[in-house]
Nanobody, 124 residues
């Protein structure tokens, strides 16, 4: 059973930075495609960034491109979401997800495994 646990959320002022971490069980990030999603109150869960399993291709939502970056530490079975130049619109619960996918898929329905989420609040 794959388990994902996010950490690193918090309250930050606009323009600030945060780094979210996601720890996976087993060899999650070596065996699955993975991605970060977020969900703001009253809105649908949306894709933030992700990595394809086979090609290693990274993709980012247009809203975060140039500000956010994803990376991984396979030895520690962890992946990260570095968030810079944060805006109030980035306020949301951020989720780590994994799934058996051949490419980066932006629909949350495609991912089988999810963490519990971590809250990010950006004040203006």
């Amino acid at each position: 059973q794959v388990q994902l646990v996010e950490s690193g959320g918090g309250l930050v002022q606009a323009g600030g930075s945060l780094r979210l971490s996601c720890t996976g069980s087993q060899r999650t990030f070596s065996n699955y495609a993975w991605a970060w999603f977020r969900q703001a109150p009253g809105k649908e869960r949306e894709f933030v960034a992700g990595r394809a399993l086979s090609s290693g291709t990274l993709e980012y939502a247009d809203s975060v491109k140039g500000r956010f970056g994803i990376s991984r530490d396979y030895a520690e079975n962890m992946v990260y979401l570095q968030m810079n130049s944060l805006k109030p619109d980035d306020t949301a619960v951020y989720y780590c997800a994994a799934g058996i996918l051949g490419s980066v898929v932006r629909s949350p329905r495609a991912y089988r495994y999810w963490g519990q989420g971590t809250q990010v609040t950006v004040s203006s």
